[in-house]
């Protein structure tokens, strides 16, 4: 028994003749969802990946000779099942050792073996969930550019054994990357109305907030509470005297500068992020493009910046930019400060 790793040098020659007709970015656009993952698989092993939105599981499931695309729905139904052919040649959700080998499976296949190579297009239909499967057309099936959902899967690299000659040979590796699109499902229009919904409560400025950081003093004639983070609060014990705090986003009327605004047990209030440095690093600059923030309980984390992080006295803030760099705000006994937790 012989075996043997394959690296996919000339897949873009392979799927050129293919790609024009199922030519798709592999992004959302308006009504469609999208998936792309690039992952491997080796061994007995299934490959299984669930996708929240629409409630599917893209599987490789494992074949004798290779492995089988299938997209589950929640039941179990294969939703790639109309695929053609769906006989006599091998489907293109069938990807086998042999594909790859010539007849006689003592080199690589130059064109004797009818199979897929590496590029496996499929097609689906969120359609057949609860319908107990497809009845078979004369036509054999439907075309992938012709279904609702279309997938594309590229091998970028293999694995094949029982490379003997007269075997038939069978992969025992994949590296591979899968895109699919399709059309926005009702679960997943649901979920974004409920995400949606969530949001709105999430960014409310209702006049009980409004109240509450009025007792603490915050001037209205100066400032006012906007929901440039979500949520537009954040509640906390940051000065350890087993209180309840709380801390909004504001920004100054007068120029739409953007900073944070501390109430301690609906007393006393501190406006931070407007003037004067902060720490060793923070500079008011920085609250302007910042778009998250959360809560820090526990100890501070080891910082990018190599000093040792602060001994927090209770609770802290994070703010941070996405996909980039955060700091810790917290209370020091006299004042706020900041600990830059890098990128």
């Keep these: 028994m012989r075996f043997i790793k394959l690296l996919s040098a000339g897949i873009a020659a392979l799927c050129a003749p293919l790609a024009p007709a199922f030519a798709q970015k592999c992004e959302p656009a308006e009504g469609r969802s999208a998936y792309f993952v690039e992952r491997e698989v080796a061994g007995n092993r299934d490959f299984n990946e669930y996708l929240e939105g629409p409630g599917w599981t893209f599987q490789l499931k494992r074949a004798p000779h290779g492995w089988d695309i ?16 769906l006989r006599g040649a091998p489907n293109p959700r069938e990807i086998y050792g042999w594909h790859f080998r010539n007849a006689g499976n003592t080199g690589p296949n130059t064109g004797d073996v009818n199979a897929p190579q590496h590029l496996r297009l499929f097609g689906f239909d969120p359609a057949l969930s609860g319908t107990g499967g497809y009845r078979p057309n004369a036509a054999g099936g439907v075309a992938p550019e012709n279904q609702p959902g279309r997938g ?17 040979a069978r992969l025992n590796y994949l590296k591979f990357n899968v895109c699919m699109t399709w059309p926005k499902t009702q679960r997943e ?30 001037d209205y004639e100066m400032y006012q509470i906007t929901p440039y983070l979500t949520p537009v609060e954040l509640g906390g014990d940051f000065d350890a005297d087993d209180a309840h705090d709380q801390v909004v986003p504001i920004i100054r009327k007068a120029d739409g500068k953007r900073g944070l605004f501390f109430c ?7 406006v931070v992020g407007m003037t004067g440095r902060m720490g060793a690093h923070l500079t008011p600059a920085y609250f302007d493009s910042i778009d998250w923030w959360a809560l820090h309980t526990g100890p501070a984390r080891q910082g990018a910046g190599g000093t040792p ?35």
């Design 70 to 85: 299938r997209l589950n729905d929640e039941n179990g139904l294969d939703l790639t099942q109309m695929t053609p052919p």
């Design 152 to 168: 594309a899967l590229t091998i970028k690299d293999m694995g094949l054994a029982d490379l003997d000659e007269g075997e038939k």
């Design 189 to 218: 229009h649901q979920m974004e109305a409920a995400d949606a919904a969530e949001m709105t409560e999430l960014r409310k400025v209702t006049p009980e907030l409004i109240e509450m950081m009025d007792s603490c003093g915050l």
């Design 264 to 270: 301690r047990a609906l007393t006393y209030g501190d």
């Design 309 to 343: 992080p602060p001994a927090l006295k209770g609770d802290a803030v994070t703010i941070g930019k996405e996909g980039a760099s955060s700091v810790l705000i917290y209370w020091t006994g006299s004042e706020y400060s900041s600990y830059w937790q890098g990128d």
